[in-house]
């Protein structure tokens, strides 16, 4: 999710970097480049991430969520996972995480309502496990906030992958 960054900023990026197969990670190449890293404010958001199996994509989210925002709350929840999420939860030793998971199969709207059940905070952010937060997410989400409000936020994807068709491209 990027916020405060142009299209344009994408395809230039794009130009300089071009596709990495050996990296599918290129944000984490990029964001020292164009973004500050905070670690000082501590938010009164919890991020809420419904699980199923795709451990992979849940350890980059976690990873990189970490290195921009050391301190805000995430709520993980998962049902009937069978690639080791439970175990890798079971595993985290961070004070900032909460989190649940059963062998039940449930629906991906329960594993959200789990989440907000574990959540701490005043805010919730509902996200997915496969997206790279950006720099000054949060910072730009909380200038928006206020009592009784729903805020909507959407995401830009950059160009990064070659042959890829959308319908609404």
Not at 42 to 51: A, E, K, Q, R
Not at 157 to 167: M, V
Request: glycine residues 2%; aromatic residues 16%.
């Amino acid at each position: 999710f990027i916020l405060n960054k142009s299209l344009e900023t994408w395809k230039r990026l794009y130009e300089i970097y071009g596709e990495s197969e050996s990296n599918p990670w290129i944000f984490e190449r990029l964001w020292p480049m164009i973004w500050e890293y905070s670690d000082t404010i501590n938010y009164d958001i919890s991020l809420l991430v419904g699980l199923k199996n795709n451990l992979d994509y849940t350890k980059h989210f976690y990873s990189t969520t970490r290195q921009l925002y050391p301190n805000v709350e995430i709520c993980f929840a998962s049902y009937n996972s069978t690639d080791g999420t439970d175990e890798w939860l079971d595993s985290l030793q961070d004070k900032n995480v909460k989190y649940f998971h059963s062998k039940e199969t449930k629906t991906f709207s329960d594993t959200f309502n789990k989440a907000a059940e574990l959540a701490t905070k005043d805010y919730v952010m509902f996200l997915h496990n496969d997206i790279v937060v950006a720099p000054n997410f949060l910072e730009n989400i909380e200038k928006h906030l206020s009592k009784d409000s729903i805020i909507s936020y959407t995401t830009i994807e950059p160009p990064i992958f070659a042959g890829r068709y959308r319908d609404w491209e």
